[in-house]
């Protein structure tokens, strides 16, 4: 396992900047994220820690090596692609064994390793089976026991469950988690999805434009966002955001804004924190219903309060229809303060 460390790293390709002096310490064991919209220099991040690009300038440590000029063969390093790279020639049981013939291990270990790896991933009943006759979630589990019998400082994953149907991603999610939580392999881990990066990560950076917006664990991220991109990217549906003076007549926003007034202000409430009722009342504020959503084990309900729109939850056994009026209302704790100019967290 390895300590990993990124020492104001920076990386562009001609005008687009992918990484903007960045640091950050990924400690030994972590299971840590980058998440993060397409393009904004998450996979170039895993891609130089793996040797396969080079950094314009800082450094990049693997332990108590300096590897930023390191050959990716060199670097103890294992990746796990969006593609399985599997060879189409080769059985289960010989895709697995790769890495170690190619570092002839002695034949019995290898055997014994593949053995070990097939019974982690529950691969051994297709270890005669070519890549071709497998499901993709198999070909993945492939992927990823290819990486695991290497026993490596570190796994590199690139968005390794985006090719995977809702169920398959579900069930390999829960089978990356367990193998991390076996094995405690160091493991940096790329992702666009949030509900992802949230569930498997011991941390997660927030990534915009090359620069790491929030670097927290999920929980912390997820409840005290750090400024307004962060806010509607984590979290889904994604945190209403709206002028305070749109909301400057609730009893709670009048709490939040004590002292400072509407103005160049941003408020930012979770919609499973907002209630939408059919009857108005003391702590409720109207809002014109334009969207009901019956999603099963709820339904979200969007209302448009001036030029604005808010989405919260029908409240238990509430009746509302588009085109009718509605009530919504929030717990004060729920609401987040956003300074409006920079988008930046105000502590309220």
């Given at each position: 396992m390895a300590r990993i460390a990124l020492d104001a790293v920076s990386k562009r390709f001609d005008r687009t900047v992918v990484a903007d002096s960045l640091s950050l310490t990924i400690a030994d064991g972590e299971f840590f994220t980058f998440l993060g919209p397409s393009g904004c220099g998450k996979s170039t991040l895993l891609h130089m820690i793996a040797g396969i690009e080079t950094p314009d300038a800082g450094r990049i440590r693997l332990g108590a090596i300096d590897a930023t000029d390191l050959p990716p063969q060199k670097r103890d390093v294992a990746m796990v692609f969006q593609s399985y790279a599997l060879y189409p020639h080769l059985s289960v049981a010989e895709n697995l064994a790769f890495p170690l013939r190619n570092r002839r291990v002695a034949p019995d270990v290898i055997a014994a390793e593949v053995r070990r790896v097939a019974e982690v991933l529950g691969l051994g009943a297709l270890l005669a089976q070519p890549p071709r006759q497998l499901s993709g979630g198999q070909r993945q589990r492939v992927a990823l026991g290819r990486a695991?019998?290497?026993?490596?400082?570190?796994?590199?994953?690139?968005?390794?469950?985006?090719?995977?149907?809702?169920?398959?991603?579900?069930?390999?999610?829960?089978?990356?988690?367990?193998?991390?939580?076996?094995?405690?392999?160091?493991?940096?881990?790329?992702?666009?999805?949030?509900?992802?990066?949230?569930?498997?990560?011991?941390?997660?950076?927030?990534?915009?434009?090359?620069?790491?917006?929030?670097?927290?664990?999920?929980?912390?991220?997820?409840?005290?966002?750090?400024?307004?991109?962060?806010?509607?990217?984590?979290?889904?549906?994604?945190?209403?955001?709206?002028?305070?003076?749109?909301?400057?007549?609730?009893?709670?926003?009048?709490?939040?804004?004590?002292?400072?007034?509407?103005?160049?202000?941003?408020?930012?409430?979770?919609?499973?924190?907002?209630?939408?009722?059919?009857?108005?009342?003391?702590?409720?504020?109207?809002?014109?219903?334009?969207?009901?959503?019956?999603?099963?084990?709820?339904?979200?309900?969007?209302?448009?309060?001036?030029?604005?729109?808010?989405?919260?939850?029908?409240?238990?056994?509430?009746?509302?229809?588009?085109?009718?009026?509605?009530?919504?209302?929030?717990?004060?704790?729920?609401?987040?303060?956003?300074?409006?100019?920079?988008?930046?967290?105000?502590?309220?």
């Open positions: 695991l019998i290497r026993r490596p400082a570190a796994f590199l994953m690139d968005e390794p469950l985006s090719n995977l149907d809702a169920a398959l991603r579900l069930e390999l999610r829960a089978e990356i988690k367990r193998v991390h939580a076996t094995h405690g392999i160091t493991t940096v881990y790329v992702t666009h999805d949030q509900e992802e990066a949230m569930v498997l990560s011991d941390r997660v950076a927030v990534l915009r434009a090359g620069r790491v917006q929030q670097c927290d664990v999920p929980a912390a991220i997820y409840l005290r966002p750090a400024n307004v991109h962060v806010a509607q990217f984590v979290g889904s549906p994604p945190m209403n955001l709206l002028p305070a003076s749109s909301l400057a007549q609730h009893p709670g926003a009048a709490h939040c804004l004590a002292g400072r007034g509407p103005d160049g202000f941003v408020l930012g409430l979770r919609p499973e924190q907002v209630d939408f009722h059919a009857d108005a009342g003391a702590d409720r504020q109207r809002a014109e219903i334009v969207l009901i959503e019956p999603t099963g084990p709820q339904t979200w309900v969007t209302g448009r309060i001036g030029e604005h729109r808010l989405r919260g939850r029908l409240a238990t056994g509430e009746n509302l229809a588009a085109g009718a009026a509605g009530y919504f209302t929030f717990a004060r704790t729920a609401l987040h303060l956003f300074d409006g100019p920079t988008g930046t967290r105000v502590e309220s």
